[in-house]
């Protein structure tokens, strides 16, 4: 998922690594990351990264997922 | 328009999905561990002996060298390995239900031969793998499949500290207690893995880093809640921090 710009820093999420542990959820500063709603091929709720988010590519919720889904950019 | 990047999949890290349960601190272990590994350059020279436990498939995803043991007994196969290949660096990777049970004899025996090894030791506080059954680091009143009231003192025992055990012996160089249940203790974690390669780099002896981690599946919470948990809990009774610090002495 590539979600994109108008900002300082962006995320991209795998969705097929991501397995819904939410932790990226409760650490993100800016609260950027929800739910998608959709489930992956392995059956879990992913997440997704809100475009209209304040992200400043701190890269904290690289640093905490545990799948290594999250890639980190700033612009 | 530039854009940099911040943060980067491990490069070390095979493109395969982990076999561990959300939240579980293995994953994030794995992350690190191919980061330091990365940035020290050590691909080329270093070997991993991973245990029986849930980090068993870790040469599935680690992109460097593995030799597995049996249980328990990561220390004396890369004792053999260092002996024979003095240039590799070698460390086991090994849980708590490993280091601290059925392991205890060949690390405790291996950190007094001062062998030039490191151990990378994952506290969670059960023995994942089987089913979440009590570990000699199950906290007190920690409800696990064999404690199912809660653990008891007087039955059971108390939590065993391997670190505090290990910094009395005489060939251990460096010993510390990390967690990785929040981003500034997943940062001093990383810093501890290179710094424990780097006694061994530097030939002083035994180096360790015991890693409190968080099992959601048998601790029956949910990811976020054991993230806490460590915090709230294993903490209190695994005091964070370095427990031993000889560097300087074994360099002068
Ligand atoms: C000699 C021997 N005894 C018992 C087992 C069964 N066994 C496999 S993994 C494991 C426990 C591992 O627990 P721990 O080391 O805490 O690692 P975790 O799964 O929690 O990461 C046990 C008892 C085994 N594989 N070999
Ligand atoms: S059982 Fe615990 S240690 Fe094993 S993969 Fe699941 S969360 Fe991780």
Excluded at chain 2, 30 to 36: F, I, N, Q, S
Excluded at chain 2, 87 to 99: H, K, P, W
Excluded at chain 2, 159 to 165: A, R
Aim: hydrophobic share 35%; charged share 25%.
């Amino acid at each position: 998922m590539k979600a994109k710009v108008k900002m300082k820093g962006y995320i991209e999420i795998n969705q097929e690594s991501c397995k819904g542990c939410q932790i990226c959820f409760y650490f993100c500063p800016k609260s950027s990351i929800s739910d998608s709603g959709s489930i992956n091929s392995s059956g879990y709720f992913s997440a997704c990264f809100s475009d209209n988010s304040e992200c400043n590519a701190c890269g904290i919720c690289a640093i905490v997922c545990p799948e290594a889904a999250i890639e980190v950019y700033r612009e | 328009m530039t854009i940099k990047t911040v943060y980067k999949r491990p490069k070390l890290l095979k493109e395969r999905l982990f076999h561990y349960c959300p939240g579980c601190g293995h994953s994030v272990i794995h992350k690190l561990l191919c980061e330091v590994i990365d940035e020290m350059n050590l691909k080329e020279r270093i070997v991993c002996i991973p245990p029986p436990g849930c980090s068993v498939f870790a040469y599935n995803y680690l992109d460097i060298d593995m030799a597995e043991s049996a249980h328990g007994r990561g220390a004396a196969v890369a004792t053999g390995i260092k002996r024979v290949s003095p240039e590799t660096i070698v460390f086991t990777y090994q849980g708590d239900g490993d280091l601290s049970a059925i392991g205890t004899a060949e690390t405790i025996h291996a950190a007094n031969r001062e062998e030039k090894i490191t151990a990378i030791f994952v506290n969670n506080a059960v023995y994942g793998m089987t089913g979440g059954q009590m570990a000699p680091t199950t906290m007190i009143g920690q409800k696990t499949t064999t404690s199912p009231y809660g653990r008891e003192v007087n039955k059971e025992g108390y939590p065993l500290k391997m670190s505090e055990i290990l910094s009395v012996v005489e060939g251990t160089v460096y010993i510390e207690r990390t967690a990785v249940n929040s981003p500034k203790n997943i940062k001093k974690t990383k810093k501890a893995i290179s710094k424990a390669f780097q006694v061994q780099i530097d030939n002083l002896g035994f180096s360790m880093v015991e890693i409190l981690s968080p099992c959601p599946t048998n601790w029956k919470m949910s990811p976020i809640e054991s993230w806490h948990w460590v915090d709230k809990e294993m903490v209190k009774e695994f005091p964070l921090g370095v427990i031993k610090d000889r560097i300087k002495v074994k360099k002068c």
